[in-house]
């Protein structure tokens, strides 16, 4: 099989659901989704930021708000979703960062991260697959996290749900792969967003995180979204279509399990 480079990325006709989608690595897989011919479906429990991401998409952005911590609203995602086209690709961004140290963490913050974390994740996956199984295709993209495989002080809430991320990815992978459906993963480095770098630090703060996070990596860098996006629009393209149960680390080298 001959193709263009480019053309084994490009995902016309195809309608995509991210979560996350108002801010961050879900913004920019958005961005780079409807770059690639897709119509875009961008889902953020903010609806504003959400109404933003389509707006930046232009006429193939539509907005639904959904709370991943809650099924029904996925389900409400999904069902809005197909109003508009068949969901062909699903990608469960949306999260949440938790650092406390073990006897600190309180019933709340540990409720919270996993209901968004893992429960939203594997509901989204849920609803993604009730509606791509009669249809014998489709792509599913879990945003996983290098916390997963390196262990971190103060992140064991936040680390557990990405580890259980990884395993039900491969697990729904093998139970989803006969109805053509793939299922994998992206877990990123340290990347510059929002919630690893607020607007709240100082231009000096902001400098020394990045340094002490690009010292881990061999390459002497951190991520930025794009780097993410790439990944995921890979996993979800043809380019990808031999692939799936997979967790791709892009991570500059920080972990290699």
């Known amino acids: 099989m001959t193709v263009e480079p480019w053309a084994s990325q490009r995902l016309d006709g195809k309608l995509a659901v991210i979560t996350g ?5 879900g913004r920019e897989v958005a961005l780079f989704f409807a770059a690639a011919g897709a119509q875009v479906v961008a889902s953020d429990i903010d609806g504003n930021a959400a109404r933003e991401t389509a ?6 952005g539509h907005v639904v708000p959904a709370d991943v911590s809650d099924r029904l609203s996925i389900e409400r995602l999904a ?9 062909a690709l699903w990608v469960n961004v949306a999260g949440v ?5 073990l006897c600190d963490v309180t019933p709340d913050l ?3 991260v996993t209901r968004i974390n893992m429960d939203g994740v594997f509901w989204g996956c849920a609803a993604a697959a009730r509606r791509m199984i009669p249809r014998k295709g489709g792509a599913i993209i879990n945003i996983s996290s290098n916390a997963a495989d390196q262990p971190i002080p103060t992140l064991s809430v936040y680390a557990m749900t990405k580890a259980a991320v990884n395993m039900l990815t491969r697990s729904l992978a093998a139970e989803l792969g006969p109805h053509g459906i793939r ?15 607020p607007d709240r630090l100082t231009d000096e703060e902001r400098a020394a995180l ?15 979204p794009c780097d993410i996006a790439q990944a995921v629009l890979y996993l979800a393209s043809d380019a990808g279509r ?10 500059g080298g920080v972990a290699m399990p």
């Open 55 to 60: 707006a930046l998409v232009g006429a193939a």
């Open 242 to 251: 031999f692939v799936t149960g997979q967790t791709l680390r892009v991570n």
């Open 21 to 25: 989608a108002g801010s961050g690595i």
């Open 97 to 101: 960062g938790a650092a406390a140290s």
């Open 110 to 112: 540990y409720d919270r």
């Open 210 to 224: 990045i340094a002490r996070n690009a010292a881990r990596s061999p390459l002497g860098a951190v991520g930025e």
């Open 79 to 87: 069902d809005a979703a197909e109003a508009i086209a068949p969901i």
């Open 183 to 197: 299922v994998n993963g992206v877990a990123p480095g340290f990347t510059l967003t929002g919630m690893t770098a």
